[in-house]
Antibody, heavy 120, light 108 residues
């Protein structure tokens, strides 16, 4: 069974940084692309970033480009998101998600999410 | 960036009825790389359809997807009580990946 467990969320002041982690299990991690998708409370889904199986292809939403950095460690079955210069509008649940293939495409499996709140 | 517009925003139907949800793209979605997912309150989303018309593993055959180019449709042939949820389309043919704003399917 695919399991994706996010951690690292919490309350942070505007302008500060936060690092999210996602521990993956139940599948061969380095065979699949991975994503971060966020959802502000009561709002819709917003794709944030994705990375292919060998970190050779990476993409970001315009809203986070230059501030957020996605990475993965296939030896540790882990996905990360470093979030710098955080803004109030970054407040959301952040989901770690597994793709259907090794390249970025349809999002198949989702974690339960971790809440990031940006507020002074 | 491809903008996906879903309609209607809210759909009110009764169990047993047929639901038709629309997703329109601002540009052609290459290779029909369009997916649909379902989200229930307090839960993570679940993939229903990928490649515009292929059902994901374990998805009942009352769910079907169709369309190409800029116009896509999710059809639920006979609504079950557990189908009332929010549905999102997602395109992955062009970067950045984008989602529609969602259609809420509620019990009439």
């Amino acid at each position: 069974e695919v399991q994706l467990v996010e951690s690292g969320g919490g309350l942070v002041q505007p302008g500060r940084s936060l690092r999210l982690s996602c521990a993956a299990s139940g599948f061969t991690f380095d065979d699949y692309a991975m994503h971060w998708v966020r959802q502000a409370p009561g709002k819709g889904l917003e794709w944030v970033s994705g990375i292919n199986w060998k970190s050779g292809s990476i993409g970001y939403a315009d809203s986070v480009k230059g501030r957020f950095t996605i990475s993965r460690d296939n030896a540790k079955n882990s996905l990360y998101m470093l979030m710098n210069s955080l803004r109030a509008e970054d407040t959301a649940f952040y989901y770690c998600a597994k793709d259907m293939s090794g390249e970025m495409g349809a999002i198949k499996d989702w974690g339960q999410g971790t809440l990031v709140t940006v507020s002074s | 960036e491809i903008v996906l517009t879903q309609s209607p925003g809210t759909l009110s139907l009764s169990p047993g009825e047929r639901a038709t949800l629309s997703c329109r793209a601002s540009q052609r979605v290459s290779n029909s790389y369009l997916a649909w997912c379902q989200q229930k309150p307090g839960q993570a989303p679940r993939l229903l359809i990928y490649g515009a018309s292929s059902r994901a593993t374990g998805i009942p055959d009352r769910f079907s997807g169709s369309g190409s180019g800029t116009d896509f449709t999710l059809t639920i042939s006979r609504l079950e009580p557990e189908d009332f949820a929010v549905y999102y389309c997602q395109q992955y043919g062009s970067s950045p990946i984008t989602f529609g704003q969602g259609t809420r399917l509620e019990i009439k």
